[in-house]
């Protein structure tokens, strides 16, 4: 979709053209009541049930997006869009700023989670849906699910906000502040102008990969999967090359991030999940962000996540008593951390199918039965990942 008019960000600057990349899995019926947007985390994408043109990879929540499936696409039309600021379609700072014929590189405007929801607003208007059948997400993706229940609750009959918070944590700041400075200190990095010069900070987005990477998955998860275990054998090398397998694991996902993702998006859209603050837009109180709302809301955490803990899932769960909000809370067991909410975790399918089901009664669509992932089939951790 092109948007040609400029549109007003929250830091007060005005940015345009834009372009929304996006992607849509089953079919909208006559009056437009069934549709879902999918709202993506960080480095995630609208390909979301199908091969990612890219890597070759699955889509990175086909688990759930598909025939018979929680996000049911012969019930319902799941809509995913590339947010602003990112580097698969929709406008970010490696495209070319009309004004200097140039990629855009920092002097792209800061955005906002505020400014991502604005743009998918814009995508939801062209395509003449009064009010999404619901909003639902992780993550990032939480944020922003967050942020369209509170701003445009008209448009939102249900919201599920999965493994996120209302704030960044001074914890999760931090860990993206390391990332960013690791971009940043790459010599290849030239100022945000790699592009111009044909060269790209793969050193610093690796070790800024590795690093979140290490955050998305519990310590139980990464002792199942590598404990100590070597990567050749009985043999030590004595030196600094990769002895222990999970550190050969982390170097691949940083070589291989590299080489779909632009470093100065991962700059952007850091920052805006550090900025996201949904309770000071309404006074610092952020029951207010949800009174008189109409929204049916389910949040959803896992116990294993320290990086969005159960404890901010509660506090976005209270302030929506507080609200009177229609709220159901659901904490999944799982050992798998952060990205448990990617993986094949059945009792989260089952927790998403019942409740759009029971929203599904209640707006008079179509309710179905569940089918659940074959669990023999191998787990694409690698292929899922934040």
């Not at 790459?186 to 979140?212: C, F, H, I, K, N």
Request: proline fraction near 5%; glycine fraction near 8%; charged fraction near 20%.
């Amino acid at each position: 979709m092109a948007h040609t008019e400029a549109l007003k960000l929250d830091s007060g600057l005005h940015l345009g053209p834009i372009t929304v990349a996006y992607q849509c899995y089953g079919t909208l019926n006559a009056d437009k009541s069934n549709a879902i947007l999918v709202c993506h985390a960080l480095t995630l994408d609208q390909f979301v049930a199908e091969t990612h043109p890219m890597t070759g990879r699955p889509g990175w929540w086909s688990y759930m997006v598909g025939p018979g499936l929680p996000l049911d696409t012969e019930r319902y039309c799941i809509i995913c869009a590339n947010v602003l600021g990112s580097c698969m379609g929709t406008t970010g700072p490696r495209d070319v700023n009309p004004e200097t014929g140039a990629p855009w590189a920092l002097d792209f405007p800061m955005v906002t989670v505020g400014d991502m929801v604005r743009v998918q607003k814009l995508l939801i208007d062209h395509l003449g849906i009064d009010q999404l059948f619901a909003v639902v997400g992780g993550s990032m993706g939480g944020m922003q699910v967050l942020e369209w229940a509170a701003k445009y609750p008209e448009r939102v009959f249900a919201a599920i906000p999965i493994a996120t918070a209302a704030h960044h944590t001074a914890q999760n700041i931090a860990f993206h502040e390391v990332g960013r400075q690791a971009i940043m200190a790459d010599p290849d990095w030239a100022g945000g102008r790699y592009l111009e010069q044909g060269t790209v900070p793969r050193r610093g987005l690796a070790v800024a990969r590795m690093t979140a990477h290490v955050t998305y998955l519990s310590e139980s998860a990464l002792h199942q999967k590598f404990g100590r275990k070597l990567q050749a054998g009985n043999s030590l090398s004595f030196g600094f090359d990769a002895d222990f397998q999970v550190e050969s694991y982390l170097r691949y996902q940083g070589s291989s991030f590299v080489d779909r993702f632009d470093a100065n998006s991962y700059l952007y859209i850091t920052r805006a999940m550090d900025y996201f603050d949904l309770a000071a837009d309404y006074g610092g109180v952020l029951a207010n962000a949800f009174l008189g709302s109409k929204v049916r809301y389910c949040v959803v955490s896992f116990t294993s996540d320290w990086l969005f803990p159960t404890s901010e899932a509660k506090t976005i769960v209270h302030a929506l008593n507080a609200a009177a909000a229609d709220v159901s809370f659901v904490e999944i067991r799982s050992d798998k951390g952060h990205d448990s909410f990617l993986l094949r975790e059945f009792e989260f399918f089952e927790t998403l199918h019942g409740f759009l089901n029971g929203c599904a009664e209640i707006k008079g669509l179509p309710v179905a039965h569940l089918r659940l992932p074959d669990p023999c089939a191998p787990d694409h951790t690698d292929d899922r990942v934040t």
